[in-house]
């Protein structure tokens, strides 16, 4: 038996680290592993997607706005 699926929808704000000027917003609908709030914003995966969404190859600050876990969406294998 796996781990459960869940699909979340992360509104998130970001910018360079380091960087002076304001967030910019952004919205990304993916799955991860587990439907705890608090493992889901450490999670390294979700982190290097919001990366490729964004197009940023540098390191970014990510502040969460809003983790929304929609369901289960079945198990891994």
């Known amino acids: 038996m796996g781990k459960p699926i869940y699909r979340v929808l992360v509104d998130f704000k970001y910018r360079r680290k380091g960087a002076v000027r304001a967030y910019r ?10 439907n705890d ?9 979700l982190q290097d997607r919001i ?7 540098e390191q970014i600050e990510i502040k969460y706005l809003n983790i929304f876990v929609e369901g289960q969406y079945g198990e891994t294998i």
Do not use: Y
Request: glycine share 4%; hydrophobic share 30%; no cysteine.
């Open 25 to 34: 917003n952004g919205k990304i609908d993916t799955f991860v592993l587990s």
């Open 37 to 45: 709030i608090e493992q889901i914003k450490k999670d390294k995966t």
């Open 51 to 57: 990366r490729m969404k964004v197009k940023s190859k």
